[in-house]
């Protein structure tokens, strides 16, 4: 069983999210199946699919105007929250402390992380993947929790670029993050995959050691190419 989470970043409308979910409500699977959307979906009934938003304030209230609190999202009924998305770290000067403080927040309020780590593609180049790796999960996620965390390997070079890392590379990634979880005392965590998954290479990447699932960007927007990626694992 694995974890399929889409991301539908600034995109869709109510009415394309209620279509999804009747369109998911048909399909066959075992794995679990989550959907990031817009803070203004998060109230959409939803049964078979559980879904989630994609940032949180790192205050808990106050003076903060167009912020969203973790409690706020958790009264929607939302489950999930992705902290730390490649864009969020490029566009809102997330940096892996302020991951933490938000993640913190997130589980103080019953909601389960999806924490993203990943190298840029001039981390990458200059040979400093792994080191970027180990130090995004060290410094992004709180390690004194009981509450369930997911954590999400996306190399921020193949996001919404139509490239992924060979196979080797996202094991030795996925291995890296299972064993640096284990360190810190959160064995057993389940890590996705997230760059560039579709269809057609979703049943690969899922083979791959330590990979439990993927969390998938533009292929979740359209149930014509998300269902492939659901069903392409048992
Ligand atoms: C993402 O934004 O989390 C993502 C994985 O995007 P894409 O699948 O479009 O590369």
Redesign the pocket.
């Known amino acids: 069983m694995k974890i399929i989470a889409g991301?539908w970043?600034m995109n869709g409308t109510q009415q394309q999210l209620k279509t999804m979910i009747s369109d998911l409500s048909s399909v066959e699977t075992q794995n679990t199946v989550i959907l990031c959307v817009p803070f203004t979906m998060l109230t959409t009934p939803s049964d078979k699919i559980s879904l989630g938003a994609q940032d949180l304030s790192r205050h808990t209230h106050g003076a903060f105007t167009g912020q969203i609190s973790a409690q706020m999202i958790a009264e929607t009924g939302a489950k999930y929250v992705i902290i730390g998305?490649s864009e969020c770290r490029q566009y809102n000067g997330d940096t892996n402390s302020i991951v933490r403080q938000k993640a913190t927040n997130a589980l103080n309020n019953g909601l389960i992380p999806i924490i993203c780590v990943g190298e840029t593609m001039d981390e990458k180049q200059a040979g400093k993947t792994m080191a970027v790796i180990e130090s995004g999960v060290r410094e992004s996620i709180p390690s004194d929790t009981s509450t369930p965390i997911i954590v999400a390997y996306?190399p921020r070079w193949?996001?919404?670029a139509g490239l992924t890392p060979t196979a080797a590379e996202i094991a030795d990634a996925h291995n890296l993050i299972a064993k640096t979880l284990s360190d810190m005392g959160l064995g057993g965590t389940p890590i996705l995959y997230?760059?560039?998954?579709k269809g057609s290479n979703a049943a690969e990447i899922m083979s791959i050691s330590n990979v439990d699932g993927v969390?998938?960007?533009?292929?979740s927007l359209k149930s014509d190419d998300f269902i492939p990626i659901i069903t392409s694992v048992k």
Do not use: D
């Open positions: 991301n970043k998305h996306e193949a996001i919404g997230g760059a560039s998954v969390l998938v960007g533009g292929a």
